[in-house]
């Protein structure tokens, strides 16, 4: 082997590949979307074959107020991103802050929720069917909650300590990309869940 | 944009040879244990997934002296349980997955002309839980009750059926050694998996665009994409029998109004694509292998990546013909009978391009080769066995017997491990700096294809006699007892076969012959540097303008890249006739 260099020709093709956080969150996205299939499938068909009570129908009500503020935190996390982007960073701060009141409400909801419905209601993982595929799913999701608060908590601690800067964009970004998912996750859950299985 | 591939001189082997000789074991240790380098890492996954190679062959050749003579009893019912049940687990999740992540990892950044894995420190997380995962598994059998006996192995068959693991019928925590191991597994399986993607789609030197990507990256890519979409139901299931088993929920509790049939549905989703996650890097060796000792540019660089992609999207609707004997219906039944059958197309188009690169090619007939030509002729058998087995009504007659053992071991060692020798005889020289000896290759190549056909051809028979698998013993009269006999001979061979191997990797990296940066005279970039490659791989980020930059290198004359049709190709044919 000899060091055959041979100096680039004049038209040298831009070289642009993608950027490997935001590909890798498209993977983990896509290995997180299979395992959420396989609880909706089960949810799905264990409708209506539980032995026992409590139903859907009994015990569930929409929870209207902490979708919204769920699904919303998806807009307010694009807007700190962009904020970002732009070198705004105190309204970056401020967006990543709405998002985690946001997400710390729906968690609030969902713990008020199974609160009711085990003191109240008797309705535990090992109740019934609905108890198991209820509780296996929303939980699977609000565990996702938890692990994107946290994360979103830690980019607000810098970004309030201004550690955080315009180059950085691409990394919130990337978080953003987990945020939205964890959003379009709870369409799917509500819609099983507490429009199809009540 | 013309290749260029600065060539390292300064740092040649020889002066990284003395350096490490100096230093001390504990030096060496934390070295590794801390090491981010993709190269020390896919060394390690081969070194842990050989390791257990040699520990599940282990308790392959107990259970088969177990079966070798009829009304056995060396070794008891409940052991020879913990035995398949470990082997089955050990070859899939820490021989099979390991060692092709353990390829993968060492050569994609090579192949692409990278520095490393797009996330190092990921890259090194996943190894070690991965790792922790085997080692969970086996500390089975020391854990719980103990030494004595068999401990508490896992022995409720590697697709551990229920309600078979249920708390009531699985007491103890042998079903929760098996499933903790797996969960932590498929978390390191999916991190590799993410970290390839994001490899091969970010990190690719200028000029490598995905038409001109070598076809090893392609197939891992669509293994990894696999691995998302088959690892994931596997751990859902896997979080499902923890919840039934400790919070008592009752996914698949059948006294609950729960199914059985779901967790064969949700093993089955993960794994039927499980065999594509494992063969597919087989294929990617022969992809590579096959052309340099045909001295031949691949065949059909455009149908192998489209058959790949294609043998990806078939294998995820294919599961269901491992339950044709629960009784899923005719329109199911059907489906999945033709979907099976129908991902042969893909298949065939692969063993008739490799045929194609072969054909009038300068053939070499290495070992790496002899193993690579083996694999094309045993696994085209395989296949044969399995489009019998994808017919229903045949499988309602053989499933579960010992055809069907036969069936998938002649994918898993006559094509998947034969390739992965075939690939140790090709890389051992790059990853080591020396040859691995030809005449104790050829040795190991005839023992191991007379043991493997010994074994695996026989063991049809027995099959389609009904004898059925997972028993530990049979009476004399059932007429099997010659066809277990020469099964079980034959699994000697391949084992003496496997140590003259081992031998031979040992000995080999003392006293073989030294390498040099290219010995095959091959044509992908990991042969561009020297043996083996410093850690920072190249010094500079090589460009390329062709799939085979390194013949572009050795022939300026008559560059691949003058073949290529497109933006280049129209503009020197627009100058040829200006």
Redesign the interface.
């Known amino acids: 082997m000899s060091d055959v260099a041979v100096a680039p020709s004049g038209a040298n093709v831009a070289w642009n590949p993608p950027a490997r956080g935001i590909v890798g969150m498209v993977c983990l996205i896509l290995a997180e979307a299979s395992i959420f299939i396989i609880f909706i499938v089960a949810y799905i068909y264990y409708i209506g074959k539980s032995l026992n009570g409590p139903t859907p129908k009994d015990v569930l009500s929409l929870p209207i107020f902490t979708s919204i503020c769920l699904l919303s935190s998806s807009l307010t996390v694009h807007a700190a991103v962009s904020a970002l982007r732009r070198g705004r960073q105190r309204l970056c701060s401020l967006w990543l802050a709405a998002t985690v009141l946001l997400g710390g409400i729906f968690l609030a909801g969902t713990a008020h929720e199974w609160y009711d419905l085990i003191y109240n209601h008797g309705l535990t993982i090992s109740t019934n069917l609905f108890g198991t595929t209820f509780y296996s799913l929303v939980g699977l999701h609000a565990s996702h909650v938890v692990v994107g608060l946290i994360m979103l908590s830690l980019a607000l601690w810098f970004s309030l300590r201004g550690q955080m800067h315009h180059h950085h964009s691409e990394k919130l970004e990337v978080l953003s990309l987990y945020w939205h998912f964890v959003d379009a996750v709870w369409v799917v859950v509500f819609l099983v869940v507490y429009v199809l299985g009540r | 944009?013309?290749?260029?591939?600065?060539?390292d001189?300064a740092h040649a082997p020889e002066e990284i040879g003395d350096k490490t000789q100096r230093k001390l074991w504990l030096e060496v240790l934390h070295e590794w244990v801390t090491t981010v380098d993709h190269k020390k890492i896919g060394m390690m996954y081969i070194g842990y997934a050989l390791f257990f190679l040699v520990v599940a062959g282990f308790e392959a050749l107990l259970m088969r002296i177990q079966l070798a003579v009829p009304n056995n009893s060396f070794v008891s019912p409940e052991v020879f349980n913990g035995l398949f049940t470990m082997h089955g687990t050990t070859m899939v999740f820490f021989v099979g997955m390991p060692i092709l992540f353990g390829f993968g990892n060492y050569l994609i950044p090579l192949m692409i002309g990278a520095r490393d894995m797009?996330?190092p420190r990921l890259n090194a997380f996943s190894f070690w839980i991965s790792a922790f995962g085997g080692i969970l598994l086996y500390y089975s059998y020391i854990g719980g009750s103990g030494l004595y006996g068999a401990g508490s192995a896992p022995d409720v068959g590697w697709f551990a059926y229920a309600p078979l693991t249920a708390k009531v019928f699985s007491p103890g925590h042998s079903t929760d050694y098996w499933t903790l191991s797996l969960l932590l597994t498929g978390i390191g399986t999916?991190g590799t998996?993410?970290?390839i993607?994001?490899?091969i789609?970010?990190?690719?030197c200028?000029?490598m665009k995905m038409s001109r990507l070598p076809l090893l990256p392609w197939l891992y890519l669509v293994t990894?994409?696999l691995?998302?979409?088959?690892?994931?139901?596997l751990?859902?299931?896997q979080?499902?029998l923890m919840?039934d088993r400790y919070?008592?929920?009752?996914?698949f509790d059948t006294q609950?109004?729960?199914?059985a049939v779901?967790w064969m549905h949700?093993f089955w989703?993960f794994g039927h694509p499980e065999v594509y996650i494992l063969v597919l890097p087989a294929f990617a060796f022969a992809n590579e292998i096959i052309p340099v000792f045909s001295r031949k540019a691949i065949f059909g660089y455009p149908a192998m990546v489209a058959a790949s992609v294609g043998i990806g999207f078939v294998s995820l609707s294919v599961w269901a013909h491992h339950m044709f004997t629960v009784g899923l219906g005719a329109a199911e039944n059907t489906f999945f009978v033709l979907a099976t059958m129908a991902i042969s197309v893909p298949t065939g188009i692969k063993i008739f391009n490799w045929l194609a690169t072969l054909w009038g090619g300068k053939i070499q007939f290495t070992s790496s080769m002899m193993f690579a030509i083996a694999f094309l002729f045993q696994f085209l058998i395989a296949g044969l066995t399995g489009i019998m087995l994808s017919v229903a009504p045949f499988d309602w007659q053989l499933g579960n017997s010992y055809f069907v053992v036969a069936h998938f071991h002649y994918v898993l060692v006559g094509a998947i491990l034969f390739m992965l020798f075939s690939a140790f005889y090709y890389w051992y020289p790059k990853m080591t700096g020396r040859m691995l000896s030809e005449k104790l290759g050829k040795w190991h190549f005839w023992l191991f294809l007379i043991g493997f056909h010994l074994t695996f051809d026989f063991m049809h028979v027995p099959g389609l006699l009904g004898m059925p698998r997972r028993i530990y013993t049979y009476e004399a009269d059932r007429g099997w007892m010659i066809w277990n006999m020469i099964i079980s001979s034959g699994a000697l061979v391949q084992a003496v076969a496997t140590l003259l191997f081992v031998y031979n990797m040992v000995w080999s990296y003392f006293k073989g012959p030294v390498a040099g940066?290219?010995p095959w005279d091959a044509w992908t970039l990991e042969w561009?540097t020297p043996s083996p490659p410093p850690s920072y791989n190249f010094a500079e980020t090589p460009?390329v303008s062709s799939r085979r930059p390194l013949w572009d290198?050795k022939h300026?004359d008559d560059p691949d890249s003058d073949y290529e049709i497109g933006p280049s190709h129209r503009r020197r044919a627009k100058e040829e006739s200006a």
């Open positions: 944009m013309a290749t260029h591939i600065p060539f001189q797009a996330f999916i998996a993410l970290n993607v994001a490899t789609i970010s990190m690719r200028p000029g990894s994409g691995t998302f979409v088959a690892v994931g139901p751990t859902a299931a979080i499902m919840l919070l008592g929920s009752h996914f609950a109004g729960g199914s779901l949700f989703i940066p290219d561009a460009e290198l300026p």
